[in-house]
């Protein structure tokens, strides 16, 4: 079993920045994909970030390329998701994901086996 717990969450001007959290339970978190998905009122959750079980590689949608980055500690079992120069468009539940294997670049959510309870951001303008 694996329990993943969101943090970070909340509310925030436009342009400022939020670090959201994931901590995973279990021995085995340095071999999954982590992923961060979001989803707005009557959007479709969607795909934000992802890193491999290493770190080394990691992928963004291109919305939010150059203003999220994800990380990982391996040893903390817990994964990142710092998000600067925030947008009223970034305003959703963010959930985040744990998988095996690095198809797609992580970018698809089928990949992932395990979320999140989601944490909510919201940036007013």
């Known amino acids: 079993q694996v329990q993943l717990v969101e943090c970070g969450g909340g509310l925030v001007q436009a342009g400022g920045s939020l670090r959201l959290s994931c901590a995973a339970s279990?021995?085995?978190?340095?071999?999954?994909?982590m992923g961060w998905f979001r989803q707005a009122p009557g959007k479709e959750r969607e795909f934000v970030a992802a890193?491999?079980?290493?770190?080394?590689?990691?992928s963004y949608i291109e919305s939010v390329k150059g203003r999220f980055t994800i990380s990982r500690d391996n040893a903390k079992n817990t994964v990142y998701l710092q998000m600067n120069s925030l947008k009223p468009e970034d305003t959703a539940v963010y959930y985040c994901?744990?998988?095996?294997?690095?198809?797609?670049?992580?970018?698809?959510?089928?990949?992932?086996?395990?979320w999140g309870q989601g944490t909510q951001v919201t940036v007013s303008s």
């Open positions: 890193i491999n079980w290493s770190g080394i590689s990691t």
């Open positions: 994901a744990a998988g095996q294997g690095w198809a797609y670049y992580g970018r698809n959510r089928n990949g992932y086996n395990y």
């Open positions: 279990g021995r085995t978190f340095s071999s999954f994909t």
